[in-house]
């Protein structure tokens, strides 16, 4: 059984950074891709980042290629988003994301999910 649990979010002024946490049990995060999701109200579930299991190579939705950078830490069994300058519209659920087999890292195919945390962005 893979577990998935998120931390880090929470109420940050514009211009803010956080750092997401994404804890895995069951599967270590060398062994699957890992990808980060969020989900804003009213909108659909939209793809954040991504790490590849095989060779650590990482993918980024365009529009946030220059402010979030997705890490992992083998030792620690965890992946991270480093959002940096945070603007009112990057308020959603975020959720993590592992699969061990996933080709189209973009697609939300994910086999694992998280509960997701919540991040909101005041202006």
């Known amino acids: 059984q893979v577990q998935l649990v998120e931390s880090g979010g929470g109420l940050v002024q514009a211009g803010g950074s956080l750092r997401l946490s994404c804890a895995a049990s069951?599967?270590?995060?060398?062994?699957?891709?890992m990808g980060w999701f969020r989900q804003a109200p009213g909108k659909q579930r939209e793809f954040v980042a991504s790490?590849?299991?095989?060779?650590?190579?990482?993918a980024y939705a365009d529009s946030l290629k220059d402010r979030f950078t997705i890490s992992r830490s083998i030792a620690k069994n965890t992946v991270y988003l480093q959002m940096n300058s945070l603007k009112p519209e990057d308020t959603a659920v975020y959720y993590c994301a592992a699969d061990p087999r996933i080709s189209d890292v973009q697609g939300d195919d994910y086999v694992y999910w998280g509960q997701g945390t919540q991040v909101t962005v005041s202006s």
């Open positions: 790490i590849r299991r095989t060779n650590g190579a990482t």
């Open positions: 069951g599967r270590t995060v060398s062994s699957s891709t």
